[in-house]
């Protein structure tokens, strides 16, 4: 016989292992259990390192593991200085500066406030860099959104194109909208976290880590590999 899986882990397979590939129950499972894994093994520590204004070592660590050394933010902000590489360690020592600045302005439940505080922080990077805002005025919305998380990982959501397509809404509109969703599935949030008995603080993650599986070409395959995941380690416990 198979080492039993504590009752809690087992209760959650039980729970998945009855859900559609296609309901939001799923979805919101998923992102529980994905933003508790990033939490251990990533943000925790990151969320620790934005207090001390980012040290490079742990700047550079964020920025692979959230993808953004890659495209426009890579040729800012990629890079060490060893032979072969750009050395863009004052780019990233702004773009920590500049995000901690930003981020002390933003405001709880104000969604009009802290879109413009993330569109100025952009701008303000643009600045500094030396380099042109797109046709709205924005500048790296993904790179900046996500670094502002770790400063208030209570207030603001991260930010790509795979959960602005599974909403449909301009940059502009994007935390509102977040706000108003994360009231409309307060209820569904706290399910998925009960069924993994989950203490997660940061509901707005949650949530945007719910709209990335939406919004993305794979999220359907991704669930459905999930729950059979999760099907198959019930099936293992009773063997």
Request: charged fraction near 25%; aromatic fraction near 12%.
């Amino acid at each position: 016989m198979k080492d039993k899986q504590p009752v809690a882990v087992h209760t959650a397979y039980e729970a998945i292992a009855h859900m559609t590939d296609e309901s939001d129950r799923l979805a919101f499972a998923w992102a529980v259990r994905e933003q508790e894994s990033f939490w251990f093994a990533h943000d925790h520590a990151a969320v620790k390192s934005a207090t001390n204004t980012w040290p490079d070592v742990d700047l550079r660590r964020m920025l692979r593991t959230y993808g953004l050394l890659r495209g426009k933010a890579a040729t800012l902000l990629a890079g060490d200085g060893r032979k072969g590489s750009r050395n863009n360690t004052a780019n990233r020592r702004t773009f920590a500066t500049l995000a901690k600045e930003f981020s002390g302005q933003l405001k709880d439940g104000d969604a009009v406030h802290n879109s413009t505080t993330w569109q100025k922080f952009g701008h303000e990077l643009a600045q500094a860099y030396g380099q042109p805002v797109d046709e709205k005025g924005w500048f790296l919305p993904s790179a900046t959104a996500k670094i502002m998380w770790f400063h208030r990982p209570d207030i603001v959501p991260m930010y790509d194109r795979f959960a602005a397509n599974a909403i449909g809404v301009e940059k502009e509109s994007y935390i509102c909208e977040c706000y108003t969703l994360l009231a409309t599935h307060k209820t569904a949030i706290a399910d998925a976290k009960r069924v993994w008995g989950s203490a997660y603080p940061y509901d707005i993650r949650v949530l945007d880590k719910f709209l990335w599986v939406r919004g993305n070409d794979r999220g359907g395959a991704i669930l459905k590999a999930f729950r059979a995941g999760c099907e198959a380690l019930l099936g293992n416990q009773a063997e």
